[in-house]
């Protein structure tokens, strides 16, 4: 895509955006106020707004290599911080898709630079569920099971933190895992169970009272 096409597009969609209501833009500079925050990967046939049918306002969104919640990383805190913590959000979900690049990348024997400790976090989850895994023969088949068990275990990243413990306790809050999937479009729960999670892991985590 050429970068002038991309300044038309914008020219057109604001265009259309004013026939539909001449008031769109002074009401979307109020604020806003997402139900949903939304974790998913840099990818860029993986849009978030799209794949959902949300509209601006509608999600508050933060993506990264492989929809990841390292626990030492300040981007993706902060951004979890500010959406359960200031933006009220009820929702959190972490969205990963299959044929996820970087999760590929993390099961290759390659020196990758500077990203070889991002998806350190990814060979970690490989790891936690070698048996799992290893019993899977068929490749790509394998790889797909790891999409879904890294977006588990992002998503127990993110009952983890202190931010969202708080929230548990003073209202309704709930975490989910989705999968993106890519051949068909369509967007998979994988109905994680996370009160089983939660008693599992919230004895060694659990940071608020």
Not at 54 to 80: C, K, Q, Y
Not at 102 to 114: E, F, R, S
Not at 141 to 146: C, E, I, S, T
């Amino acid at each position: 895509m050429k970068i002038d096409q991309i300044f038309q597009n914008n020219s057109d969609w604001v265009s259309k955006r004013l026939n539909l209501d001449k008031d769109y833009f002074v009401n979307l500079s109020k604020g806003q106020k997402p139900e949903v925050l939304y974790i998913g990967c840099s990818d860029s046939r993986v849009t978030a707004e799209e794949v959902m049918g949300a509209g601006p306002g509608e999600v508050f969104v933060h993506r990264n290599i492989a929809n990841m919640v390292p626990n030492t990383d300040l981007n993706v805190a902060s951004v979890i911080e500010y959406a359960v913590k200031y933006l009220k959000v009820n929702h959190v979900v972490v969205c990963g898709h299959y044929f996820c690049g970087g999760v590929k990348a993390a099961m290759q024997p390659a020196d990758l630079g500077l990203l070889n400790p991002w998806l350190a976090n990814i060979r970690d989850v490989y790891r936690t569920h070698q048996s799992e895994l290893d019993a899977i023969q068929d490749e790509e088949k394998r790889y797909m099971r790891l999409v879904e068990l890294n977006v588990q275990e992002q998503c127990i990243n993110v009952v983890k933190t202190a931010v969202y413990q708080e929230a548990m306790r003073d209202r309704e809050i709930s975490v989910h895992g989705w999968v993106f999937d890519i051949h068909s479009g369509s967007l998979i729960d994988l109905k994680i169970d996370f009160k089983k999670i939660l008693d599992e892991v919230m004895d060694i985590y659990k940071l608020a009272e």
